[in-house]
C-alpha cells in the first residue's frame, strides 16, 4: 500500500487550521484523510482515529484531552469539528469499573466533551482512551482481515505480524474491548515488547506513535505486510477464483431483467409470505447492480464463492449495512416473466423466514427481550450469471451497502488462497446488528411521502420536465431525467441536486426501453412515469406542411405511446402498481387556431391517458395529466417549445415576443405567471396518491374561462 505521507500537505493542513484548532488536531485530519482515501482500508464511516494533547479552559486551567472521531463523519473529508475533545483523565478513571453499560458509556462520553454540541464521540473511544499513545489510527483493513478471518486466523497472524503487533481476540466493540486492548497491550509492554499495533481478530488494524507520521507510517507499514503475505501465500495456492464469467452483454441484459423482479420481491414479502401491492409499499428500497470484474467472477466462482459469500461480513459495523448475510440467488429461468418472479420471490421468502429464525435464536432465544425486529430482507445478493445487487432504504444506503459488499468481494476473493474463509459466529453479528449504538449510526429520518420511489422523467429537459424532477426529488424520490438533448438533461439535472440524466428518444421504441433498462439496473425499477417530450407547429390547416404535422404527431402522439406502452409493461411485471403522468395541454380543452398539429396530438394522447387509466387500474396503476398553459422557462432553461412557436404567436397576435409572457400572464383569471415548477408540484400531488384519482386531468393555468370543460 502507498504511503501517501508528504511533509509539504502536512505543512499545508498546519497552516490551514492555525488558529481554529491545536497543531496536532490539524496533524490528526491531515493523517485521518489519508486513511480515509484508502477504500481498502476504510469505507463509509469506517475506523476511527484520535489525538491527545491538553486545551486550557476559561479559567486558566490546562487540562488533558483526547480528540476523537465523531460519529457522522467519514475519515476521507473529516474536519476538526469531527474530532470532539473530551476530558482525557476523567475517561481513564473509567478503566477500574468493572461493567460500563453502552447507555451509559455513551452518557460519560456525551457529559465529559468540551464543546456541548459536538457530536457524539466514537463508540471506540475509551479504547483510544485507555492507551498511553499520543496518535492513534484505526481501520479495517483489506489485507489484515483477509489474514484474521479464518480458522486458524490467530495464528496466521503471529506468522504475518511477528512480534510488531499483539493480538487481541474478537470483542464486540464498547467497554469491554476497550479494557481487553488496553490489558493486553500493558502485558506487552510489561514483558519489554516495543509494539507498533494491534491485530484485531476479525475486525481490524490499530496502530500507534508519539506522532502524526509514525502512526500513519506504521499502518501503512503493517497493511504492506499483511498485502505481502497474502500475495505470496496466492503465488503458491494455484486455487483461484472462477476462470469463466458470463459475458458481459448477457450479463447486463438479465440485471435489466431481473432487478425490478427483485426490487419487488423486497418490497412486497412480508416475514409470513404474504404479496401486497403498492398502498402498503412503505417498504420498497432502491436496488443497485454492480458487475465489475471482481462482482462477476465472485458471483460465477460456483462452491467457494457461495459458501465465502455466506459466512459473513468482514468486520462487524457492516452487518447494520448489508445485514449478516448475503441472499445467493441461484436462477434457472431468464426470461424476466412469471417463472423468473417465482423464483426470486420463493429465494427472498426463504430468506426472510432464515432471518427470522436468526432472530428468535439469537434475541429471545438467548433471553433478550425487548428487541424490536428488523426488516428481514436481503442487502446484499449475488445472482451467478448476472451479477451483485444490493438494496438500501434510499440511493446512498443502496450504494454504501454496495460498496461494502464489493471491498468484501474482493477481500473474499483474495483470501480464499489461505484456505476456508471464517467470518464471526451468528450470534457475535446478531449483538453487533442489534447493538443500540450501531442502529443510532442509522438516524431516524422521517421518511418523506414518495422516499424509495423511483421516478423517470421522459422529455425531462426543459421548464416543466426540471418542475418535475425537482418536486418529485423535494418528495424523496429518486429522479431520471430522460431527453433526447443532451444540454436539456444536463441543465435538468444541475438543477435537481442528484438526479441522472439518460438519452430517451420517446419516437424510437428501442430507445424508450434502453433507457427504462438502464433505471432498472442503476436503481431496481420505476414507479413513476412523467410523459413530458413534446413539439409544436404553427400552420394553418388549408397550407398545413403534411411532414411538419407527422413529426408533431411522431412526438406528441406515437412518443406518449411508446412511453406509456413500455412504462405499463414494465410496472405490470413489477407488480408494485404505479403513477403515470401525462403533460397534456390546455389546448386539449381550449385550442387555438394555426394550431392544429400541436393541439390535435396533444388531444390523442391525452385520450390515450384515459384509455390507460381503465386499463390499468387493476394493476394499481394510475394514470393521470396535467394541463399547463404558456410555461416559459427563464433563463437556461427556456421552454423549447416556446422558442419555435413564441415568434410566430408574438406575431400573429401583433406585439413584441418579449411581451408574450405578460400578454399570457394577464390572459388567465389569477393574473399568475404559470412555471415549470407550478406543474411539477401539481405531478408530485398525484403520485404522493392523497386521494383516489385516475384518469383525470388537472389544469395549470391560471385559470382560463375558454378551457372550461362542456
Ligand atoms: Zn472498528
Known sequence: MLNRWSDNDAAKYVAKYAGICPESVALRVYTSRLIGAETALVMHGGGNTSVKDTVTTLTGERMEAIFVKGSGWDLDSIEPEGLPGLDLAYLRKLRALNALSDE????????????????????????????????????????VLAITNRENGEALARVAFGS????????????ALAKAVADIHDKAVSEGRNLEGLVLMKHGLFTFGPDARTSYDRHISLVSMAEDFMLSRTKVCGRHISQRVTDEPTRIARAAAIAPLIRSAIASVGGDGRTVMSSSADRRMIVEYRTGGDEIAFADSGDAGRKAALAGPMTPDHVIRTKPYPLWLELSDWSG?????????????????????????????????GLKKLDPMPRVIFVPGCGMFAAGATRKDAAIAADLASQTVRMKTASL??????????????DMEYWSLEQAKLGKAKPRPLAGKIALVAGGGGPIGTGAARALAADGAVVVVADISEKAREIAARE??????????????????????ETCRRFGGIDIVVINAGVAHVQPIPGMDMAAFRRVAEVNLFGAMNVFK????????????????????????????????????????HQLMRVAAMELAGHDIRVNSVLPDAIFGEGENVSGLWKEVGPSRAKSRGMDEKDLPEFYRNRNLLHSPVTGDDVGRAVAFFCRRECPVTGAGLPVDGGVAAAFPR
Open 566 to 605: 413500455a412504462a405499463s409493461a414494465l410496472m405490470i411485471r413489477q407488480r408494485l402498481g404505479g403513477d403515470i403522468v401525462l403533460i397534456s395541454s390546455k389546448n386539449v380543452t381550449a385550442p387555438g387556431a394555426d394550431f392544429g398539429a400541436y393541439s390535435a396530438t396533444k388531444a390523442a394522447a
Open 496 to 517: 435537481v441536486g442528484g438526479a441522472v440524466g439518460l438519452h430517451m428518444d420517446v419516437t424510437d421504441e428501442a430507445s424508450v426501453g434502453a433507457a427504462l433498462d
Open 337 to 369: 416473466e412469471a417463472e423468473t418472479a417465482a423464483e426470486i420471490q420463493a429465494a427472498i421468502e426463504k430468506y426472510a423466514a432464515d432471518y427470522d429464525e436468526y432472530f428468535e435464536t439469537y434475541g429471545p432465544g438467548r433471553g433478550k427481550s
Open 417 to 430: 488462497c489461505l484456505g476456508d474463509y471464517e467470518g464471526l459466529p451468528a450470534a457475535d453479528l446478531f
Open 104 to 143: 451509559a458509556m455513551v452518557n460519560e462520553l456525551r457529559t465529559h466533551l468540551f464543546n456541548a454540541s459536538a457530536p457524539t464521540p466514537s463508540v471506540e473511544t475509551l479504547l483510544h482512551a485507555f492507551l498511553p499513545h499520543k496518535f492513534i489510527d484505526h481501520s479495517h483493513a483489506e489485507a
Open 164 to 175: 510488531r503487533v499483539a493480538i487481541v481476540p474478537y470483542i464486540m466493540p464498547g467497554f
